[in-house]
Nanobody, 128 residues
Framework: EVQLVESGGGLVQPGGSLRLSCAAS????????MTWVRQAPGKGLEWVSG????????SYADSVKGRFTISRDNAKDTLYLQMNSLKPEDTAVYYC?????????????????????WGQGTLITVSS
């Protein structure tokens, strides 16, 4: 059974940093591209970042480019999202998901069916 378990969420002040983790099990993690998606209150599922199976290729939404860094450790079957210079508009539930998504630019909203497996999500609240 595929399992994705996010951790690292919490309350942080504007300008602060957090690192999210996504522990994967039940599949060969190193064979899959991975993605971070977020959902702000009252909004849809917004694509945030993606990484290739070997970690050599990464992509970011325009809204997080230069502030967030996606990475992975295939030896630990874990996906990460380092988030710096956090803003109140980054407040959302963050999900990791298996698979790749192409976002041409701007804001890209995804559907649950765009990815095979999802974690349960972890809440990030950016507020003073």
């Amino acid at each position: 059974e595929v399992q994705l378990v996010e951790s690292g969420g919490g309350l942080v002040q504007p300008g602060g940093s957090l690192r999210l983790s996504c522990a994967a099990s039940g599949f060969t993690f190193s064979n899959y591209a991975m993605t971070w998606v977020r959902q702000a209150p009252g909004k849809g599922l917004e694509w945030v970042s993606g990484i290739g199976s070997r970690g050599r290729s990464t992509s970011y939404a325009d809204s997080v480019k230069g502030r967030f860094t996606i990475s992975r450790d295939n030896a630990k079957d874990t996906l990460y999202l380092q988030m710096n210079s956090l803003k109140p508009e980054d407040t959302a539930v963050y999900y990791c998901a298996t698979g790749y998504y192409y976002c041409p630019g701007g804001v890209c909203y995804v559907r649950k069916t765009d990815f095979a497996s999802w974690g349960q999500g972890t809440l990030i609240t950016v507020s003073s």
